[in-house]
């Protein structure tokens, strides 16, 4: 079975980079799309972009200025990076799999979710 | 972009019953990328359906996915106590890809 866990810092300073790590156990990193998704509080999911093992990534519009993510195959690892936070980046952050033959959605699984909360 | 629309925003409901859960897309929802997902509270959400009407593995019969182009649709037959939750549809057509803003399923 698949699984994933996020983590990081649950606290970051307004203007400051969110940093996360996914680690992927149970299967192999060098298949599939792989993704990061937030959750404001009382907001809609956003995706914000996807990584595949080969470094191929694509991401949000809204966020692409912001965004760089980064994959570590011998690790079966993956990372995000969020610069110039602001308090609307609070959001439950999420890793998730897209389902075989799809990239964009269909996230069969996912991690149980990060709480990152931006203040000084 | 496309802005999905789910109603109703809450469903309160007695184990049993049917539940339809709504999903309407501001623009065609091309090759049915849509996906729907349970989300119960601290857990990761968990994929029910995607292209619209396909059955993730695993999943009860008493889910299934219907609708195309900007309307879709969740069933669930009869609803069991674990089935009270909050449901979401997502679109997945490309880098714009979006969610819907969630039906809450409760216990009436």
């Known amino acids: 079975q698949v699984q994933l866990q996020e983590s990081g810092p649950g606290l970051v300073k307004p203007s400051e980079t969110l940093s996360l790590t996914c680690t992927v156990s149970?299967?192999?990193?060098?298949?599939?799309?792989w993704s990061w998704i937030r959750q404001p509080p009382t907001e809609r999911l956003e995706w914000i972009g996807f990584?595949?093992?080969?470094?191929?990534?694509d991401y949000n519009p809204s966020l692409k200025s912001r965004v760089t993510m980064s994959v570590d195959t011998s690790r079966n690892q993956f990372s995000l990076k969020l610069s110039s936070v602001t308090a609307a980046d609070t959001a439950v952050y999420y890793c998730?799999?897209?389902?075989?033959?799809?990239?964009?959605?269909?996230?069969?699984?996912w991690g149980q979710g990060t709480l990152v909360t931006v203040s000084s | 972009e496309i802005v999905l629309t789910q109603a109703p925003g809450t469903l309160s409901l007695s184990p049993g019953e049917r539940a339809t859960l709504s999903c309407r897309a501001s623009?065609?929802?091309?090759?049915?990328?849509l996906a729907w997902y349970q989300h119960k509270p601290g857990l990761a959400p968990r994929l029910l359906i995607y292209g619209a009407s396909s059955r993730a593995t695993g999943l009860p019969d008493r889910f299934s996915g219907s609708g195309s182009g900007t309307d879709f649709t969740l069933t669930i037959s009869r609803l069991e106590p674990e089935d009270f939750a909050v449901y979401y549809c997502q679109q997945y057509v490309n880098s714009l890809s979006s969610f819907g803003g969630g039906t809450k399923v409760e216990i009436k």
């Open positions: 149970g299967g192999s990193i060098t298949s599939h799309y």
């Open positions: 623009q065609s929802v091309t090759s049915g990328h």
């Open positions: 998730a799999r897209a389902r075989s033959g799809y990239i964009y959605g269909a996230f069969d699984f």
């Open positions: 990584i595949y093992h080969n470094g191929v990534t």
